[in-house]
């Protein structure tokens, strides 16, 4: 005989009734995952923040870590999304926002989403318009926070570098055995390379017209 169920439990009922996807900072974010691992989705949000805002979340929004992202009223994640986009109001410490003295305003500031691509752009923009060291290295596509760029970083047709005598000492060992040139290999014959000038010598001598003996003198 089969066991009757058990009532489901609030938060069982809350999980069920879970939206799927929910729209948040410009962000898809699957709606079955909780406050801290939903928010880390967000693009200019990282592990330490996610975690310190859900604890905000819990403690000024009433809602608890582990609830669904998905089972949250339109109104919470109003308030929810204000807390992402000011988390200095909030209570969160200025080291961790990654829009320190902004250059315009002097605010602490920290720019999520489309928000920060979009002031990332203009900032490097702003640097190449300047003619600042910084513009340059991002005009030209290379390292800019002091990297090395000899092993690492390198850009174009030739990643690495290739010395003369490695050049020679493949083309060496590609050569065949008997070829005048390769290693070790000897002429065709048995001489040496220094048997070949006093070769073409004695054979101009031969060839070369004997002169005239001449009388001798006194007969």
């Keep these: 005989m089969a066991e009757p169920q058990k009532p489901a439990s609030p938060q069982q009922k809350k999980e ?14 699957n709606g079955s995952l909780d406050i801290a691992n939903a928010i880390r989705q967000i693009k200019g949000i990282g592990t330490n923040l996610a975690t ?3 604890s905000v979340i819990e403690a000024k929004l009433s809602i ?3 609830t669904a992202i998905g089972s949250i009223s339109e109104d919470k994640l109003a308030q929810v999304e204000s807390v992402i986009k000011d988390p200095a109001k909030y209570g969160i410490p200025h080291y961790m926002l990654n829009r320190r003295k902004d250059p315009e305003t002097g605010a602490d500031l920290h720019l999520v989403g489309t928000d920060l691509t979009v002031k990332t752009r203009q900032d490097i923009d702003s640097d190449i318009k300047i003619g600042a060291w910084r513009g340059y290295r991002h005009q030209f596509g290379q390292k ?3 990297q090395r760029t000899r092993s690492v970083g390198r ?6 570098v290739t010395k003369k005598k490695i ?8 050569a065949p055995a008997g070829a005048p040139g390769a290693q070790g290999g ?10 070949a000038p006093a070769g073409a010598a004695a054979a101009a001598k031969a060839s070369a017209p004997k002169a005239a003996a001449k009388p001798e003198e006194g007969k």
């Design 16 to 29: 069920a009734e879970a939206v799927n996807i929910i729209r948040m900072s410009g962000r898809d974010i």
């Design 52 to 54: 310190a805002l859900a």
């Design 64 to 66: 608890e870590k582990h």
């Design 144 to 146: 800019v926070r002091g």
């Design 155 to 160: 850009t174009g047709e030739i990643v690495g």
């Design 167 to 174: 050049l020679e000492t493949q083309k060496e060992a590609k």
């Design 186 to 195: 000897k002429p065709a014959g048995g001489a040496g390379p220094a048997a």
